[in-house]
């Protein structure tokens, strides 16, 4: 384990893995949340307050850094750590998801995409080789393969084709990426909600070889109860012996879910979307903090949080910075959620090395249904 | 001293001063500039930040509280300290200069001023004790009377007119606060560019008598050298045992002439506001970040600044989370120009102690004169 990235994998309880991810930067307990740092900042939040959360690694997107302020610049800069000041280890995704979701005139051919910026409009390609390159020149840690996140609904023969597309490009990614000593590539197992085409499409990964395995191409309006069904049938067929990511998601049930299944990393931007939008994330549910009954309520929002917005404010401020749309009411509600989500991983991991996460679970979704405190 | 406000004045360099005001709520050395925390919070900051800049007394808006979250509200909440966690001394404004500058179908009677909200357009009313009303529910430590703000260019008649208005509201506000044990108020003089008009303001301000005196009516546009010779005029007819606060002032090289005229307390939106918009405050003048020159430039904003944003992070990439409109971008650059003006007030009163105040003036000059560092 040394240099490239390692797993040990410490116990199970069920399916659930409470493991250690060893990488250059640092080491990260699993199960663990990434707070996603789009365009070089996890947004509304100094990386010390991120680190201060507990969270141990982040994400940066290939896509946003590509186009400003370019993964030229950055390593020119010395690379995305040194530019973000984040020192632990950083994973980035290959820019493939965002290109087909927020870029302008897409094409997608065997050679890779084509597309215009979004922000001004630029012609620029991805291919497998380009992503591999934009990763390493930002010096992410963990890179992940270029693939296609098919678009649902689809035929099942258009989510095989583009399934096998995928697989030709994490081979072309792997090819790329080489065997740099430090950092480590993911690949994505794709095949939509087919059972038989994800066993194809994670054995092509194997086959090839990574350093870890992500499961790609969920959290896209399929429901909750169609994703568990995928990582039901995928997660065990993944080494067990190496780390398991479900990207982009999701909502705490989702990552308690998938957590249950077998999953070992996450992201999502849900907790730093929703703090900017005055949505935030408790022990009792989902609280917007905009909603008029908070207006007059001196208590804290979520009475069991360390955060500064529990901590230093009532509801009554936080409803009243959300109203004002005051950044200060963006900084405290992220803040809030990522340490909710961080501590969420936090009480997983523990519970897993207890042996107790079917008691957690419950406890979790009573937690969850007694909704939020009363109003006064 | 006990209660009330007190001011001790320590030593003088010329005309300027060095003095310490005594609150309920702590001491404030002076000469101080007071952050601005117009809706109850100084934007982008958590107030805690604020204090470790160095800032001791804040200043929150009447205008913006009246109407969000309300002053009755804030009462019930416990006071503006609670409610946005500040528990060093509070300056309110009357609220008469943002009804003014920003509410809607405005008319002045002698009996005060009825508006309405540019929120939501509700019809209000500020009235003298109607702005003692507000300013005693929020808890400020020091309330300012109700004032017009004479909006120039005006004739000598007009000016005249409405700085008598301001002398009858000065009285009534007076009237209206009674004497509180612990809290202050404080008179404002008017009389536009008028010395024998600002002469009678003062005078009678002094015949009514106030806790501390305040210089309105200037910093809207006049230019430097009408303001400082207001201040040239004025200054020295104030009580030398009472505070000197200069309202809404100002750039660096205003405040520093202005503490050279004698004035100990300022406040100005300019560093929050500058840095929700890319200027930086230096010792080597303004720096736009956004500029291309920055792009590349991997050296801190200003090398002698000890805040978040020059300690950790470089030049190129306060560019990039600025042209990204990254909320970071603005918490990182409204913390460096407060904390630019701490280090500047915080070297004033050195330099007055030490009797030094002219070769500081001298260096802070050829300082901004030098310009920002050249590019790479």
Redo the contacts between chains.
């Keep these: 384990m040394t240099g490239k990235i390692g797993f040990k994998l410490h116990t199970t309880d069920g399916s659930a893995r409470r493991g250690t991810l060893h990488t250059a930067r640092g080491t990260v307990e699993t199960p663990a949340f990434m707070p996603v740092g789009t365009?070089?900042?996890v947004?509304?939040?100094?990386?010390q307050s991120v680190r201060e959360t507990g969270a141990e690694i982040v994400l940066g997107n290939t896509y946003h850094l590509m186009l400003?302020?370019t993964a030229e610049?950055v390593a020119?800069?010395?690379g995305l750590h040194q530019?973000?000041?984040w020192d632990g280890p950083i994973l980035t995704d290959s820019g493939g998801f965002q290109v087909m979701s927020l870029a302008k005139l897409r094409k997608i051919t065997d050679h890779g995409v084509s597309f215009q910026s979004h922000i001004d409009g630029t012609a620029l390609e991805l291919t497998p080789e380009r992503s591999m390159e934009i990763q390493t020149l930002l010096g992410a840690d963990i890179a992940m393969v270029l693939d296609e996140c098919t678009p649902l609904p689809a035929t099942k023969d258009e989510v095989a084709a583009s399934m096998q597309l995928s697989l030709r490009w994490a081979e072309r990614s792997k090819q790329a990426f080489g065997e740099p000593a430090d950092r480590s590539l993911f690949g994505i197992v794709q095949g939509g909600l087919e059972p038989d085409l994800r066993a194809e499409s994670a054995a092509g990964l194997m086959n090839i070889g990574f350093d870890g395995y992500a499961i790609g191409g969920l959290s896209v309006g399929e429901g909750q109860e169609a994703m568990f069904k995928v990582l039901d049938v995928t997660a065990h067929l993944l080494p067990a012996e190496q780390p398991r990511y479900l990207m982009g998601v999701g909502k705490p049930a989702d990552i308690v879910g998938a957590v249950v299944r077998g999953i070992d990393m996450f992201d999502c931007v849900l907790p730093t979307r929703s703090g900017?939008t005055g949505q935030a994330f408790t022990r009792r549910g989902t609280v917007n903090i905009k909603n008029a009954r908070h207006?007059?309520d001196?208590r804290p929002l979520d009475d069991q949080c360390r955060c500064?917005a529990c901590q230093?404010?009532?509801r009554?401020?936080l409803s009243?910075?959300h109203?004002?749309d005051?950044?200060?009411g963006?900084?405290?509600l992220t803040w809030h959620n990522l340490q909710y989500y961080q501590d969420l991983m936090a009480g997983l991991r523990t519970a897993i090395k207890g042996n107790k996460l079917a008691e957690f679970v419950t406890e979790f979704e009573d937690g969850q249904a007694t909704g939020d405190i009363e109003p006064l």
């Design positions: 365009a070089g900042t947004k509304a939040m100094r990386p400003r302020p610049r020119k800069l010395g530019f973000m000041k900017r207006g007059e001196s500064p230093d404010f009532s009554a401020y009243h910075l109203r004002a005051e950044i200060l963006a900084m405290l």
